[in-house]
């Protein structure tokens, strides 16, 4: 297997470095996740305008890329830039009809995935909500960006079987709260409210966010470790700099090449998406994003000190997002008996 990217992929990441490096800086992030909207409308359409939503899709659903290769890309420069916008409801477009997703691509319509329910620990076989006649009854938790959606994707099942359904915002009535990373999310109930069956299966599309959130993890991990070996070579203890002390280079060596380790898991499930060992990779590469990124948070904070936790530095909220990613659609003991399973 060749692991280098493509040119065309290799431009993209080069262009959307350049943006992200340009317009999204720590301080315009925190100024758009401490917003009452957390998140920004017009650096959407920025993003729609550059061709990233596009990204995410194949040429079949109207887009330039959709193979799992471009969307780990994507998330991976999205988590190492710390960015709050919807794009992780944007994957549901792909259940969605062609003209809803070609709204969708071009900033226009904006999807949220609702999935996660309290106490069914990511099962979709143990989905409460219910769908009977067309009416969708039931509640989901967390959902993130949830008053941007024009359009909720639920998960919920339809006699014995778990399905996807599109819901109109307007029938959703939300309990909506401030995300501990940064952003909005909110609480979802639907009481009553009209749902179309969509195609797409709920498992295909659980592993493709799966694969997103891993490589946002892993774009995380990257922030962290980039910052974190910084500050090393430039805080001095002693007289040198603390990259000279042979035990906090043993715990960045170790740090780094655990994030390696994340690396091949999101690459491998990159690699498998849509195929039939798509599930099972998806869930290796949760798992070891989730348990690498509660290291690589921790170890960030107690190499960097009492900095680490100043609400001034970015360092804090990557190591944040981390924890609050691993946590997102399954932990690791989740996925660890998924992958098990599987």
Not at 48 to 67: C, K, P, R, V, Y
Not at 90 to 112: F, M
Not at 138 to 146: D, E, L, P, Q, R
Not at 237 to 252: E, W
Request: aromatic content about 6%.
């Amino acid at each position: 297997m060749d692991f280098n990217p493509t040119d065309d992929r290799r431009m993209l990441g080069d262009t959307l470095d350049r943006f992200l490096t340009g317009r999204y800086d720590h301080t315009t992030r925190m100024k758009i996740a401490g917003s009452d909207a957390g998140w920004s409308r017009e650096m959407w359409a920025e993003m729609a305008e550059l061709g990233l939503i596009g990204a995410l899709f194949t040429q079949d659903q109207g887009g330039f890329g959709g193979e799992g290769a471009d969307i780990a890309l994507i998330f991976e420069r999205l988590g190492r830039a710390l960015v709050v916008e919807p794009f992780h409801g944007t994957l549901a477009a792909a259940a969605l009809t062609q003209d809803q997703r070609d709204e969708v691509i071009a900033g226009a319509l904006i999807p949220i995935f609702a999935h996660s329910e309290a106490g069914t620990a990511f099962d979709p076989d143990r989905l409460s909500a219910k769908v009977e006649n067309g009416v969708l009854t039931g509640s989901k938790v967390a959902v993130a960006n949830a008053e941007a959606a024009d359009i909720f994707v639920v998960s919920a099942m339809e006699g014995d079987t778990p399905a996807l359904f599109a819901v109109q915002a307007t029938d959703a009535h939300l309990t909506p709260y401030p995300l501990m990373d940064g952003g909005r999310g909110a609480d979802v109930r639907f009481d009553g409210a009209s749902a179309t069956r969509l195609d797409m299966a709920l498992t295909d599309l659980l592993d493709t966010i799966l694969l997103a959130l891993s490589a946002e993890a892993l774009g995380l991990m990257e922030r962290c470790k980039d910052t974190t070996v910084e500050y090393l070579k430039t805080r001095k203890q002693f007289g040198v700099p603390l990259s000279k002390f042979q035990a906090l280079q043993h715990r960045a060596v170790d740090m780094v090449t655990e994030i390696e380790q994340t690396r091949s898991a999101v690459i491998n499930a990159g690699h498998h998406l849509g195929t039939d060992k798509g599930a099972k990779y998806a869930a290796a590469a949760k798992y070891t994003a989730a348990t690498t990124g509660r290291l690589v948070a921790e170890e960030t904070i107690q190499l960097h000190g009492g900095i680490a936790m100043t609400w001034e530095y970015d360092v804090a909220h990557a190591a944040k997002r981390l924890v609050m990613t691993a946590q997102i659609m399954g932990d690791e003991d989740v996925h660890l008996m998924r992958f098990a399973a599987l």
